[in-house]
């Protein structure tokens, strides 16, 4: 199973831009799936975006499309979320989560079997 730990998270203005980290480790990366979900108080965990280990093909959220950009660091494990022109709605905990690399499918949380513990993002208007 594959380890995540989530960091960079915190307090930004709206408008404003952050990129969150996710650090993996326990097994190499190949044919997985690395993705970003996020969740609000009060609501589900919802996709936010995806990117494929082996040829960094990535998806994105119709919410996030234009502002957020996922991105991989093969060297260094690690997958990255930039965050820009941020908005008070997407305050929320977020979630760095793998699966296997093997289907279409990849916008439901079930999907993924590993999951990082969550970094606070708070978008402030």
């Known amino acids: 199973q594959v380890q995540l730990v989530e960091s960079g998270g915190g307090l930004v203005q709206a408008g404003g831009s952050l990129r969150v980290s996710c650090a993996a480790s326990?097994?190499?990366?190949?044919?997985?799936?690395l993705g970003w979900f996020r969740q609000a108080p009060g609501k589900g965990r919802g996709f936010v975006a995806c990117i494929s280990w082996g040829d960094s093909s990535t998806h994105y959220a119709d919410s996030v499309k234009g502002r957020f950009t996922i991105s991989r660091d093969s060297a260094k494990n690690t997958v990255y979320l930039q965050m820009n022109s941020l908005k008070p709605e997407n305050t929320a905990v977020y979630y760095c989560?793998?699966?296997?690399?093997?289907?279409?499918?990849?916008?439901?949380?079930?999907?993924?079997?590993?999951w990082g513990q969550g970094t606070q993002v708070t978008v402030s208007s």
């Open positions: 989560a793998s699966m296997w690399d093997y289907y279409s499918s990849y916008d439901r949380a079930p999907l993924y079997d590993a």
């Open positions: 326990g097994r190499t990366l190949t044919n997985h799936r």
